[in-house]
């Protein structure tokens, strides 16, 4: 299982607090911020496919999100949608 893992700055590792700037070393984090910003998206997709019982569409989101940005609730995510898609009847 991997661990989930805060974005950090590139450059100094401090914390990634959701700015566009690092508050340590002044750092441009834009690219870093639309990164999570994609996975938080990717994973609002995967929740409406779920409550839309598309499992497997669900996965796939989930599974994109947690490729940009691993978070422990997101893995979960992925998971109830993969065990759901494998024992789902199919219509
Ligand atoms: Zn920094």
Redesign the pocket.
């Known amino acids: 299982m991997t661990a989930a893992v805060s974005p950090q700055?590139p450059?100094?590792k401090?914390r990634f607090r959701g700015q566009r700037q690092?508050s340590?070393?002044g750092?441009d984090l834009s690219r870093l911020m639309l990164v999570v910003v994609s996975a938080y998206q990717l994973r609002c997709q995967a929740g409406q496919a779920l409550r839309e019982a598309r499992y497997r569409t669900a996965y796939e989101f989930a599974s994109k999100a947690q490729n940009l940005h691993h978070t422990a609730r997101g893995r979960k995510m992925m998971l109830v949608a993969r065990v759901l898609d494998m024992v789902s009847v199919r219509r």
């Open positions: 700055c450059v100094c401090a690092c340590r070393c750092a």
